[in-house]
């Protein structure tokens, strides 16, 4: 039996209602996640507990036989210059291997990725053009997100969907932890280097 709890921004349970989804797994979260997010027109929101530079394939050159890989910091780039909105909430210090790449992309780091660290952030999900929507349990890696080879993936599991309520509700979430709305009520505030309501 659900007990029903009064709603807050943060706390609530939404009632029932049918939706279309689709199970990822593994390799699927490749599949579907990261080739969305590359091919995105609009926006990208990602929100992530760990943070770190995630490999993807690269395109096929002609004349080689096999496929060649590089950091997901470079489609970002390429994203962003084609004005693609890019926000990454994340809750742990990103991985060295990703500053470094972050650091030399100029673009990205001119405000091209907006980056945001909350350590209260464990939620993870993607968010595609305000279109497509990834929650599950996959982190912003390549174990997690199905980039690395057989037997060196997390076992993740999630779900994609393109409902409309659902998407904004997801969304009005990540925009309000975003911009901080959840900082005046935190208890680690005081912890917090830069709270997200701080400017």
């Known amino acids: ?10 706390d609530f349970c939404s009632p029932a209602r049918p939706i279309a989804i ?3 797994a593994g390799r699927g979260h490749y599949t579907s996640v990261v080739e969305a997010v590359a091919h ?13 530079d995630l490999w993807v394939e690269a395109p096929r050159r002609a004349g080689r036989r096999r496929r060649g890989y590089r950091s997901v910091l470079e489609v970002f780039d390429e994203l962003a210059a ?6 990454l909430l994340h809750a742990s210090f990103p991985s060295r291997s990703f500053r470094a790449s972050f650091d030399a992309h100029q673009r990205l780091t001119g405000g091209g990725l ?6 209260r952030v464990h939620l993870k999900l993607v968010i595609v053009d305000g279109a497509e929507l990834y929650l599950g349990s996959a982190n912003w890696t390549g174990a ?6 057989e037997g060196r993936r997390n076992f993740e599991l999630g779900i994609l969907t393109d409902d409309p309520p659902l998407l904004d509700e997801v969304q009005a979430l990540y925009d309000r932890i975003w911009r901080g709305g959840e900082c005046p009520r935190c208890k680690l505030r005081d912890l917090c280097e830069a709270p997200l309501d701080a400017g």
């Open 40 to 52: 995105a027109e609009t926006s990208v929101w990602i929100a992530t507990a760990n943070l770190k």
């Open 1 to 10: 039996m659900l007990v029903a709890m009064s709603r807050s921004a943060t």
């Open 22 to 24: 689709r199970l990822v």
């Open 144 to 149: 997690g997100l199905g980039a690395k080879g």
């Open 114 to 119: 907006e980056l945001r660290l909350c350590p």
């Open 82 to 87: 084609r004005g693609v909105e890019l926000r």
